[in-house]
């Protein structure tokens, strides 16, 4: 496989963190919570979806558990209120650095607010992506808390 720019950014990244954190890479695409957790051979809720959001003029980046949906109302209110919406590709990758189908929760380009979906603690691990739709990172809600510096926050609808 060719070296992938993304996956060294985040290999470099983690380094310093001194965690022996090792981002994979396969040759299935995981732009998909489904395609990720088959690919991986984990359930979907081990899956760490990153989401960029929007409120009014706010982004947050929420990253959560594949298996839940993220309550608007909670994303409002985290990001001091306006209109909800999901970033389009073209401000994801601005912000992140990122291409949608691969976006790393750590590393990236504009310093945003960082959330973390508190129902992943249920696993030993969880898996986010590492740089592109080809790359996984095995990490737990702790070291992901560390290496991110977000927040955990309950983020789930109901």
């Not at 990720?36 to 979907?44: D, L, P, T, Y």
Request: net charge negative; aromatic share 8%.
């Amino acid at each position: 496989m060719q070296e992938n720019p993304a996956l060294e950014r985040a290999k470099k990244y983690l380094d310093q963190f001194e965690l022996d954190l090792e981002p994979k890479e396969h040759k299935e695409t995981t732009k998909t919570v489904a395609e990720a957790a088959a690919a991986i051979g984990v359930e979907e809720g081990q899956i760490a979806k990153t989401i960029l959001f929007r409120a009014g003029t706010s982004y947050g980046l929420f990253v959560a558990a594949g298996d839940i949906t993220i309550d608007n109302k909670k994303v409002k209110s985290l990001l001091g209120g306006g209109k909800v919406r999901i970033a389009r590709p073209e401000e994801v990758e601005n912000i992140t650095g990122y291409k949608v189908g691969g976006v790393c929760p750590f590393d990236i380009d504009v310093e945003i607010p960082i959330f973390l979906d508190s129902s992943m603690g249920r696993f030993d691990k969880v898996f986010s992506a590492a740089g592109s739709s080809y790359s996984y990172l095995p990490i737990t809600l702790q070291e992901l808390e560390l290496v991110t510096g977000g927040n955990i926050v309950d983020m789930k609808k109901g």
